[in-house]
């Protein structure tokens, strides 16, 4: 399976940016979808995750001002995030996973597939 992330930049603080994914035609469609993000020397961490049926992980989100969506038809998942701050600068991983039990979502290696990572930078 292959995935393909889209729409980082560089944006000021309080912008926003909608990143996109698009899984291969070997993706499950049953497969769960989601977003971690790695800032410099820190370990990759789970941002959200939405499965086929819609249900979003975590419920409340890490940050309130990140939203997760999904085009089943697209094999496509999204992140909109807005407010941005400084913070958020990372690289953003798109992966996909087969459904399990939903408390190990936030283990990276409890994940099957990434993409290449789309870098995200907030500066002034």
């Known amino acids: 399976v292959e995935l393909v992330e889209s729409g980082g930049g560089t944006v000021q603080p309080g912008g926003s940016l909608r990143l996109s994914c698009v899984a291969s035609?070997?993706?499950?469609?049953?497969?769960?979808m989601g977003w971690f993000r790695q800032a410099p020397g820190k370990e990759r961490e789970f941002v959200a995750a939405?499965?086929?049926?819609?249900?979003?992980y975590p419920e409340d989100l890490l940050e309130p001002r990140f939203t997760i969506a999904r085009d089943n038809a697209k094999n496509t998942v999204y992140l909109q995030m807005n407010a941005l701050k400084a913070e958020d600068t990372a690289i953003y991983y798109c992966?996909?996973?087969?459904?399990?039990?939903?408390?190990?979502?936030?283990?990276?290696?409890?994940?099957?597939?990434w993409g290449q990572g789309t870098q995200v930078t907030v500066v002034s």
């Open positions: 992966a996909t996973r087969q459904p399990r039990n939903s408390n190990s979502l936030p283990d990276r290696h409890q994940w099957d597939y």
């Open positions: 035609a070997g993706m499950a469609s049953s497969s769960t």
């Open positions: 939405i499965t086929m049926r819609g249900y979003i």
